[in-house]
């Protein structure tokens, strides 16, 4: 597993982040606090506190193509 860590600040960049990690067919989670939800749920990413830091869980050990996609919305 890798992880890192995020911001995502408007609902712009939710939708931009959904794209990146639907295309993509491993398991992939966001955590904030003790709250856990699918990376490719929408819904699930707005019921997130999105004025904190969100660790992204990759589930998956050759994830570095991911990782590059998801440079614009690290911290």
């Known amino acids: 597993m890798k992880s890192v860590q995020i911001s995502l600040k408007m609902a712009s ?11 993509y067919p491993y398991e992939i989670d966001l955590r904030n606090g003790r709250y856990i ?4 749920s929408i819904l699930g990413i707005f019921s997130l506190d999105l004025s904190q830091p969100i660790t992204v869980e990759i589930y998956n050990d050759n994830a570095d193509d991911l990782i590059a996609d998801l440079a614009p919305f690290m911290n």
Do not use: C, I, T
Request: glycine letters at 0%.
């Open 37 to 40: 939800v699918d990376a490719k």
């Open 13 to 23: 960049s939710v939708k931009d982040f959904v794209n990146v990690v639907s295309k």
